[in-house]
């Protein structure tokens, strides 16, 4: 039997004249009871409106229901997940002590709350409803009123009762006791509703704010949802012992992000190895990340561990593991499904605990498609987290400002940047992202002798960019001058990015001399970007 027919079941057992559902709508008999009724019940549901608080919601119909049907006995009850009762608010009787021995008639409450009906008993001696309760006698209860509170499950019960020395309760005051229920019912519901949010929030906010303190610890800047829920994602893998790709562009913080990884592993007195893979020399790549022995090869004059061996038991970081030689991945990949590696020259193979975590801003898909990248390998590389260019988290610059700021100016040398000079940060796409961002202010806070850096005192390409942004036909054309210069720098840019941030390669790419080509990088900001 299903609880809609169990509880059908009970009302059924009941005289229709002494019970009514609090959910169903109003019956025509309330409007045509007295004015003074209707004015009551009118002032309870305004009482109600002005709290915010279920505790004086309660209190508050509490009191106006005592006042209004003149009870000689009264209470209002929680109910909890057990059926058990806890009394918050009572008029003329004492619920101090064990349930049973409460004065109060504890069938009307388990009717009411198992049918989830509202209650009326006229006349509880000739009830055969409540027939051999020793409460009734007990206590010499005549009539009952009580009402449930709250969505199914009940949560609460509001209860009162009548002595042989008064008149009995009617069918009217059910009516206006279901009535003035239904206002608190609703109320609580949504009070309730309002504080699970609420707490729903507060718990998100402050795991955000823990989010944000941990980011920092790895010096790791910033609020935005992206960089936070990245972030979090390479904990959780971290903490379970599981790979992790980090894909993103140059300039976006991978090695802090692997550095988070390893910090999350519980590996954190182990070692932390990270190895950027384009700058291994080609020819000794394969010894330098699983070792070599003795005369396997011209140089190799003493038995050496490789990256892999160093880091046994710890993290390994593989940086720009897209660069990564064809003919070593089959290597890597046996490593990835076994844990062995083969030193050059060793027939025997090495079994290590290493954890992988590797980066790069290339689309190791295409390289798939390409044939110079294995697919099986791409697999086993872990999950992949994308972490969010600088463009993409506007909110996050004013805060790396600030940081890149104290950081850079010490003592004396503080600056601070105008208005319109953060407004020109937010609109320019940062290409090179923070970390181009970060040498924009260094530059800044220490070429600039005073205290406040103004638009003019930026880059050139800064300046440039903010005016060429501006939507076509909103403004004075730019001088050809700033176009040339314009165009130049997005060439360079796109050449970088070609090269893989090779800038030897660049160099030559570009036809230019190294003297103009890192004077123009100066120019845009990038002059201390290491060699990769």
Known sequence: MTKLET???MVDELSDETILDPTAPLSADVARSSAERMVALYGIGKLLLEQRDAIRVIHTIHRALVAQLAPDHACVLTVDSNGAHRPVAAHQV??????RLWPISRTALRRARETGMALLATDVLQDPQFDGSGSVQRFNIRSVLCVPLGREPVRGLIYLDRRREMPPFDRADLQFLTAAAGYASTLLDRIEDHERESASLKNQAEA?????????????????????????????????????????????????????YAANTGRQSKPYIPVPIPALAPNLIESELFGHLKGA??????????????????????????????????KLLRFLDSGEIYPVGDTRPKFLDVLVVSATNRPLERLVEQGRFRSDLLARLGHTITIPPLRERPEDIPLLVEHFARKFGRGSNRRHFAPETMELFGRYPWEFNVRQLQQVVERSTCLVDHDVIVPADLPDFLRTRGTLSSPRGSGTPASLKRVVEDAERRHILETLEFAKGNRRKAIELLGVSPETFYKRLQDMGLHKKSER
């Open 297 to 330: 090869f011209t140089e190799a004059s003493r038995d050496k561990k490789g990256y892999f061996e160093v880091a046994n038991g710890g993290v390994l970081f593989l940086d720009e593991i897209g660069d990564i030689d064809p003919a070593l991945q089959v």
């Open 208 to 260: 955000l704010a823990l989010l944000q303190e941990e980011l920092l610890r790895h010096r790791l800047v910033g609020k935005a949802p992206t960089l936070l829920k990245a972030y979090d994602e390479v904990r959780r893998l971290a903490s379970a012992g599981a790979r992790v790709l980090l894909r993103g562009e140059t300039g976006t913080g991978k090695e802090l992000f692997a550095r988070a």
């Open 94 to 99: 004492s619920l101090d002590g064990p349930e």
């Open 7 to 9: 509880r059908r079941g």
